[in-house]
């Protein structure tokens, strides 16, 4: 027996009505697609009695461009083009899940200087991914000059990357059997000013949104969610994390040189706001002591294995790689029919798997604090839609 | 003391100098009996200076407030329009008018219409009481401090309406939350209010004022002025809707609140309603906590007080004012929102018994003279 | 767990189950009907333990008229993974949904649903996800076709 599909009206026509004493009328609000506080073109709609939210229905594809479909004609080269498109805060991580897979099926080796490049790159995006995080995390709480202090420190990383891979924000860097330049010859320097600059600023930022008794007040023991209820919702990342699973790909399965450095898991306990949010400033602590010790010890060698007009062909069958983003996991798995094009490539996208978790969070809380929940998931819809 | 005819003097003992407070109210039922062109000529001049008050605070304070808002977040703000920006509310203005006006289809339109005008109302029929100077006051009614808290309570009236005649959800979160929020804080600023009230035994502006020419009440009263003066700024921030308490318009929460759906000049007469009302409250601050054109005496220091006074009473006026504006956009870039319960929650819980036990202890310390440098 | 006694043990719950050709993990192939009990005990099974869906798609073999639904999963305890898939018609696309075993199974297979038309039967909530309600077809299908496609130049 099968169930026949459903549209949206029927979908808000079957929210439960509330039980309560109190002959209250319940109304629907539609928070987005334009909103100030979703993060992109996201659209939420909240059933709402009065100010307390009893049904979260997110509604996404505003912005689905088919990223799945349109891999099935192109090479693997080209579909890197695509991967920075998908969490645009995560480019160089997204390049490097593709290159994982397709490196793994094709068979194709790497040397330790690109592997430890790969990895100060997505470290120093992770960084850059926290910072845009927090600024925009103070914003919707109503702390505005988090938002520029963020955005000051993030143009720092953000000119690093620009001087090396000519992009700011889809750098396209990461390419199969290497990357796509060697670095600048700026880039170490940079990257220690950047260290010696930002470290101070943490424990400002510390300083003018964590320690503020607001903040406190409005994170602490919001959208709870057990570490059951976390991993059933496929929640990954600092989501995940912040509700006490201490599941972290760079320590379980390490890809690029993580085996190699030592550094810490941030854990929270009990997966309220607060502990994604501790979990998120301790992650940019992390970054930080990895990239002191792989910057100074960056192996000479080739920054490209394979001519860069290689036909890259993956033989027939499928295969599964993944990678851990600011956000969460990204994975992606490519069936492919041994020709240069995959036969299908799918994408399992981290906010796509952490923004449901919303809908178990929500109700029973405040308007207030469902802008404070999905904040603190830290989404960002291209990735949600695809 | 009524406010027609009799001026109220002080003197300073040794060095003799002399407050004369006459307002253009006494101004104009003087002229009376003698000349009704010099009546109409006042009551022309007193329509003239609230409107232009109105329109240079706007232009003065938007101005500022980008300004600092721009300096705390490391950033320049507005350099282009004139000398570093000083032409940009004026160019801003502009726009403003020219812009469309709309009205959404369902709203309501005459109270659509009526809202902002509503808004302003309450704030301008407050400005014509302060004491700006000893001879800069409109008008003295005899019970300025209850007319102050009254009629600046009037203020919620525009927002109400306009969030219920927007016809938007959203607009109507706004207006309910702050229909809520204003309505608890009016209390504790009264009840702080009349700490000073029985500190200088007047409700009138002018006579509390010149109370303070011993010293002002932040201070004179130990801690009790000030922990009244603590009380009644967290109140009047949360009565002008501004952050941490702006969850009236909540911008990353509501889109506009309850000003979602106003576009064009209407809006800008929110926005300009808003600042003038930190003006106000900043003078009323003053005024009752910092001793408003009182120059800064302690006691009977006669030559610190003489050196005090060379500074015009307006020019401290100013400066007292000032302050706490630069003060209260301090709060708003530095703090996050609270949320609307937990905004209750300080007013009931917390700032109202704290308010009580303020006022019995002013009463107490009035009654035995516990202040320093007691009147008698 | 190792690969080879992963597969001995899947074995042992379903008989049935054999592993995926040309597969990197370790993998299992099993018929759609067995589907709802077979992912339970994966989840049940104190052996296995998956308790994270970590993703679930459909792969349209057009020349073999099936879809294959395919779901990787990931056990946070003993932190091995594993590749799931079934083979059902073309013509016929219907399975069971597992959103009673995993919660996140409700939105992927709701994707599923809307790009390559897969219908699940026990769903609470199956519409389409990113497309609009009264979309006809399912792009991601090999032999979609609409009236502002593209073709590629050659």
């Not at chain 1, 330049?181 to 320097?189: A, E, M």
């Not at chain 1, 509700?243 to 550094?263: A, C, H, I, M």
């Amino acid at each position: 027996m099968t169930t026949s599909p459903i549209t949206l009206a029927d979908r808000i026509a079957a929210a439960p009505a509330d039980a309560s004493s109190l002959a209250t009328q319940e109304y629907f609000v539609n928070m987005g697609p334009q909103h100030p506080s979703t993060h992109g073109v996201l659209r939420l709609l909240v059933k709402l009695d009065g100010e307390t939210v009893r049904e979260v229905i997110p509604v996404v594809g505003y912005i689905h461009r088919g990223i799945e479909k349109m891999g099935e004609y192109l090479t693997y080269r080209k579909f890197i083009h695509l991967s920075d498109r998908l969490d645009y805060l995560s480019a160089i991580t997204n390049n490097w899940v593709v290159c994982m897979a397709v490196e793994k099926a094709a068979g194709i080796e790497t040397n330790d200087r690109i592997q430890t490049i790969r990895t100060l790159c997505a470290e120093l995006q992770r960084i850059q991914s926290h910072q845009l995080w927090w600024g925009v995390f103070g914003m919707d709480l109503g702390a505005f000059t988090a938002f520029l202090y963020g955005f000051r420190d993030r143009e720092m990383v953000t000119d690093i990357f620009e001087e090396t891979t000519g992009a700011r924000l889809t750098m396209n860097y990461i390419q199969p059997g290497g990357l796509m330049y060697d670095i600048h010859p700026d880039f170490v320097k940079g990257v220690k000013k950047f260290i010696e600059y930002f470290k101070p600023k943490l424990a400002e930022y510390e300083q003018l949104v964590s320690g503020n008794v607001i903040i406190q007040a409005r994170l602490r023991g919001i959208g709870v969610m057990s570490s059951e209820s976390a991993i059933s919702l496929g929640t990954t990342g600092p989501v995940l994390r912040g509700s006490g699973v201490e599941y972290d790909l760079r320590k379980t399965e390490p890809y690029g040189v993580y085996s190699k450095v030592q550094f810490d898991v941030p854990v929270g306990r009990i997966g309220d706001c607060w502990d994604r949010y501790w979990v998120r400033m301790e992650e940019m602590r992390q970054s930080i002591r990895i990239i002191e010790q792989l910057i100074d010890n960056i192996p000479e060698g080739k920054h490209m294995m394979i001519k860069p007009t290689a036909k890259i062909k993956l033989p027939e069958g499928l295969s599964y790689s993944q990678a851990e983003t600011a956000r969460g996991i990204l994975g992606v798995l490519i069936v492919s029919d041994g020709s240069d094009k995959p036969y299908r490539i799918h994408l399992r996208s981290p906010n796509f798997n952490n923004l449901w978790s919303v809908t178990a969070m929500g109700p029973g809380l405040r308007i207030a604090d469902l802008v404070a929940i999905l904040s603190s998931i830290d989404i960002v819809v291209p990735d949600i839609d695809r | 003391m009524t406010d027609d005819g009799e001026d109220r003097k002080v003197t300073n003992a040794i060095d003799a100098t002399v407050w004369q407070v006459k307002t253009l109210a006494t101004r104009t039922l003087e002229a009376v009996p003698d000349s009704p062109w010099l009546v109409a000529g006042y009551l022309l001049l007193g329509i003239v200076a609230v409107a232009s008050l109105v329109a240079g605070l706007g232009i003065v304070l938007i101005y500022a407030e980008r300004k600092i808002a721009a300096h705390f977040q490391c950033r320049l703000g507005p350099m282009r329009v004139g000398w570093h920006g000083l032409l940009q509310t004026v160019a801003d203005t502009i726009k403003l008018l020219l812009k469309e006006d709309i009205v959404p289809a369902r709203a309501d339109k005459l109270l659509h219409l009526m809202a902002p005008f509503l808004s302003l109302l309450a704030t301008v029929l407050v400005l014509v009481v302060i004491p700006y100077s000893p001879t800069l006051q409109i008008a003295d009614v005899n019970i300025g401090v209850l007319y102050v808290s009254a009629v600046g309570g009037f203020g919620i009236l525009g927002i109400l309406v306009a969030g219920w005649s927007s016809n938007n959800k959203w607009s109507l979160l706004g207006a309910m939350r702050a229909g809520a929020q204003i309505i608890s804080y009016e209390i504790s600023a009264t009840i702080a209010l009349l700490a000073v009230v029985l500190f200088s035994g007047s409700l009138q502006l002018s006579a509390v004022v010149l109370s303070q020419s011993q010293g002002w009440w932040i201070w004179r009263a130990h801690g009790i002025g000030f922990v009244a003066f603590m009380i009644f700024l967290i109140a009047s921030v949360a009565e002008i809707n501004r952050t941490p308490f702006d969850i009236a318009e909540g911008e990353s929460e509501l889109t506009g609140g309850f000003h979602t759906e106003y576009s064009g000049m209407r809006f800008a007469f929110f926005f300009l309603s808003e600042f003038v009302n930190m003006f106000v409250v900043a003078a009323i601050t003053a005024t009752l906590f910092l001793g408003g054109w009182m120059p800064f005496h302690i006691g009977n220091f006669h030559s610190l007080n003489a050196i005090m006074d060379l500074v015009p009473p307006v020019i401290w006026f100013l400066g007292k004012t000032s302050f706490l504006i630069f003060v209260i956009m301090w709060f708003r870039w530095t703090f996050p929102r609270m949320r609307v319960d937990q905004l209750m929650k300080l007013e009931w819980k917390i700032l109202l018994p704290i308010g009580f036990v303020n006022l019995g202890a002013a009463a107490i310390a009035v009654l035995f003279n516990l202040y320093f440098f007691p009147s008698h | 767990m190792t690969g080879e006694d992963l597969v001995s043990v899947i074995m042992s719950i379903e008989a049935r189950a054999k592993p995926r050709e040309k597969c990197a993990m370790p993998s299992a192939m099993i018929p759609v009907d067995a589907l709802p009990g077979f992912m339970r005990s994966m989840r049940d099974d104190p052996r296995l333990s998956f308790d994270m869906l970590c993703t679930h798609t459909a792969v349209d073999w057009l020349g073999e008229n099936r879809f294959e639904l395919v779901y990787v999963l990931y056990s946070t305890k003993h932190r091995h993974y594993v590749t799931v898939s079934t083979s059902i018609p073309r013509d016929k696309p219907e399975a069971s949904s597992v959103s009673s075993i995993w919660r996140i199974a409700e939105w992927q297979e709701r994707e599923v649903y809307d790009l390559m038309g897969v219908l699940y039967s026990g769903h609470p909530d199956l519409r389409r996800m990113f497309l609009e309600d009264d979309w006809v077809g399912f792009p991601l299908r090999k032999d979609y076709k609409d009236t502002f496609m593209l073709g590629l130049p050659e």
